[in-house]
Nanobody
Framework: VQLQASGGGLVQAGGSLRLSCAGSGFTLGNFAFAWFRQAPGKEREFVAGISWNGGNRIYAESVKGRFTISRDRAKNTMYLQMSSLQPEDSAVYYC?????????????????WGQGTQVTVSS
């Protein structure tokens, strides 16, 4: 089981980025997925999660209305569309998956993690 996150980069405040998380070694179709992020000196925090079929999506309050999580089961890939980015969104973003149908907000619920992709938002 491997997850490969990509799409991070440097963007100005107010800009947008789309992160991708490609899975290999298994079929994502039956699993929930989530994005977490970790800024320097801070704990890893939940950003967004999506259920196995995409029917249920949850977001951290800080990103509601700005970020959208989605998935393409045929491509074994999950996405995080980020808009109206702010400097406080700067962090390493990690994708994760769990052998469960519905996403939760706790990092301990996820057994498999990608390597992380850096997002830096300049003011």
């Amino acid at each position: 089981v491997q997850l490969q996150a990509s799409g991070g980069g440097l963007v100005q405040a107010g800009g947008s980025l789309r992160l991708s998380c490609a899975g290999s070694g298994f079929t994502l179709g039956n699993f929930a997925f989530a994005w977490f992020r970790q800024a320097p000196g801070k704990e890893r925090e939940f950003v967004a999660g999506i259920s196995w079929n995409g029917g249920n999506r949850i977001y951290a309050e800080s990103v509601k209305g700005r970020f959208t999580i989605s998935r393409d089961r045929a491509k074994n890939t999950m996405y995080l569309q980020m808009s109206s980015l702010q400097p406080e969104d700067s962090a390493v973003y990690y994708c994760a998956t769990a052998r469960r149908a519905v996403a939760g907000t706790g990092a301990e619920q996820y057994a498999y993690w990608g390597q992380g992709t850096q997002v830096t938002v300049s003011s």
